[in-house]
């Protein structure tokens, strides 16, 4: 009998390509949530909930009046909001803030790993922050503690239908 021998190297880079990108999700989608959390405090309005992944609920507490929560699923998140009276532009400017968050998030990723020896690293980074502005730009629901949120893309489109009707 032959057997290949496989070096404890290959193993850890195997299991590296498939963790880090899994727990980057959550970062990168707390990250994302923040940009929308903050541009609606600076157009006036509240947050009410913030939630990070999908699915069942491993965390839950009340941080500043707001009910945070951490789902089993890092696909996606959202963040309740408390709308004042706004106008469309400062709607959008919520809306985009998530996926602009990731762009920022990716240019700083890259600037970090340019100079090191980490490009296979830097590109698995690069490709999930683009996967993740594009996954909240479909238009979708995500459900999060059994109840069903609009993505950013159905936000974008009842905004862009609203416009067009009214």
Known sequence: ????????????NAISLLAVPTLWRYPSIFFHECG???????VGSRVRRFAVGEGEVLWRARIGGVETLVGLVPSSGMVGIEWVRCSRLKFLFVILAGPAANALLAY?????LWATELGVLLFMLLIFEAFTICINLAPRTVSIDGVGYPSDGLLLL?????????
């Open 36 to 42: 929308h959390a903050l541009a609606a405090i600076a």
């Open 158 to 166: 009842a905004a862009f239908k609203a416009r067009k009707d009214g």
């Open 108 to 112: 700083v990723a890259f600037r970090l």
């Open 1 to 12: 009998m032959n057997f290949t021998v496989i070096e404890a190297s290959t193993v850890i």
